[in-house]
T-cell receptor, first 117, second 109 residues
Framework: GAVVSQHPSWVICKSGTSVKIECRSL??????MFWYRQFPKQSLMLMAT?????????EQGVEKDKFLINHASLTLSTLTVTSAHPEDSSFYIC?????????????FGPGTRLTVL | QQPVQSPQAVILREGEDAVINCSSS?????VHWYRQKHGEAPVFLMI?????EQKGHEKISASFNEKKQQSSLYLTASQLSYSGTYFC??????????FGKGTRLSVIA
């Protein structure tokens, strides 16, 4: 149980285009989903927290107009990178939590590798 | 505030033991341990809550020393499959996890 999927697994796009990444909880309902980015050999950096049906909460330094997050249902959250640039190239990982509390387990998706040319 | 993990990297031969530490300058509410293999998602190992908890599964166990604001992950009789980067994630309440920089573990035959 507790499976989280992401789509696509990887994407290559041209500078200036937008890319949408989907995160789905397959066998449980996720009250809260989290979006992280990870640079090679570095830690997971939280970008934003999203709760179903409400606006996402962004971490300091993360541009909310550039990284659009939608959590439309209890099983789906999307991250759209708008007007992508090469510096946005990274590994984006989502995680999902059924209760969304600080002690609840977060289950991670397999990640999406974004390369912006 | 990001927790501090030590060591940064460790190389073990199969069958050897290892300890990975995770400490914080703030009082911790919970500690979550994950293992990530290259190019893959982090896999949940275990969660420890406030109160000196200890738990384990097979040959991987962990403790949470509340007073020291520290948690340790114990890997006993390591196997090749244990290789990967281990992350601790911590919070000080009902807040999102903040992850340490990771400990890279390599198990060799």
């Amino acid at each position: 149980g507790a499976v989280v999927s992401q789509h696509p697994s990887w994407v290559i796009c041209k500078s200036g285009t937008s890319v949408k990444i989907e995160c789905r909880s397959l066998d449980f309902q996720a009250t809260t989903m989290f979006w992280y980015r990870q640079f090679p050999k570095q830690s997971l950096m939280l970008m934003a927290t999203s709760n179903e049906g409400s606006k996402a909460t962004y971490e300091q330094g993360v541009e909310k107009d550039k990284f659009l997050i939608n959590h439309a249902s209890l099983t789906l959250s999307t991250l759209t990178v708008t007007s992508a640039h090469p510096e946005d190239s990274s590994f984006y990982i989502c995680s999902a939590s059924s209760l969304g509390t600080g002690t609840d387990t977060q289950y991670f998706g397999p990640g999406t590798r974004l390369t912006v040319l | 505030q990001q927790p501090v993990q030590s060591p940064q990297a460790v190389i073990l031969r199969e069958g050897e033991d290892a300890v990975i530490n995770c400490s914080s300058s703030k009082a911790l509410y919970s500690v979550h341990w994950y293992r990530q293999k290259h190019g893959e998602a982090p896999v949940f190992l275990m969660i420890l809550l406030k109160g000196g908890e200890q738990k384990g599964h097979e040959k991987i166990s962990a403790s949470f020393n509340e007073k020291k604001q520290q948690s340790s992950l114990y890997l006993t009789a390591s196997q090749l499959s244990y290789s990967g980067t281990y992350f601790c994630g911590t919070n000080s309440g009902n807040t999102p996890l903040v992850f340490g920089k990771g400990t890279r573990l390599s198990v060799i035959a």
